[in-house]
């Protein structure tokens, strides 16, 4: 279909360029400055988020980065090559809320589409005494930054009663290939690991142990 593939096109042909611009930046918080600049104005861009709203409301799957989602409502538009970033979106019905979670890189994200709420967490104590600190709401085109790992531990999502089309661009990602998700009333912490990943590991772990039993 031709219209998705202008809005594909559109939005590689986009993070190309902002990759050729900030992969000369040096250092996280020079690439963060970078995209908390040059995000608001891609979330204010009603044409292109309804292209890619339309392509996934037809069964399409309007990415680049397929495979490397870790959170269901997760779309990875584009994974730079080199690492320099990627951009996500991630959809919310009314009132969802991913888990308590943190990244293992630096993020810029806002909505394109509704209210956004965003909670952030400080560790208290290890592995998760939390403590909510004050939340957000964020309108299209306003952008929140996180830290990598426990200094950037938050909740994203919809207060309701609207959906949510939040965007977040990520930093180079540290070597860790999980994300942590907290449970804090149990004081618990969980790995969760792109859905590819995980069957890969897991089948890998089989094999193991069927080899060892014969
Ligand atoms: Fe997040």
Do not use: Q
Request: hydrophobic share 40%; net charge positive.
């Amino acid at each position: 279909m031709p219209e998705r593939n202008e809005t594909e096109t559109a939005v590689t042909a986009l993070c190309r360029r902002w990759s050729r611009e900030a992969t000369p930046l040096k250092g996280p918080a020079a690439r963060m400055a970078f995209f908390r600049d040059r995000l608001p104005g891609l979330l204010r861009d009603r044409t292109l988020w309804r292209g890619i709203l339309a392509e996934l409301a037809g069964g399409g799957t309007a990415g680049e980065g397929r495979g490397e989602a870790i959170f269901e409502n997760e779309v990875v538009l584009y994974r730079d090559p080199a690492r320099v970033f990627s951009l996500r979106l991630y959809l919310f019905g009314p009132g969802d809320r991913t888990p308590i979670h943190d990244h293992s890189s630096w993020g810029v994200s806002g909505p394109a589409l509704g209210e956004l709420e965003w909670a952030p967490y400080r560790l208290e104590a290890p592995p998760a005494r939390l403590a909510a600190l004050p939340p957000r709401r964020l309108s299209p085109g306003d952008v929140a930054t996180t830290l990598p790992l426990e200094a950037g531990i938050h909740r994203t999502g919809s207060p309701g009663p609207g959906s949510v089309l939040m965007v977040s661009v990520y930093g180079t990602p540290l070597r860790r290939l999980f994300l942590n998700f907290y449970a804090p009333e149990a004081e618990t912490v969980r790995r969760v690991f792109p859905a590819r990943l995980m069957r890969k590991r897991l089948a890998a772990r089989m094999l193991e142990e069927w080899g060892s039993s014969g």
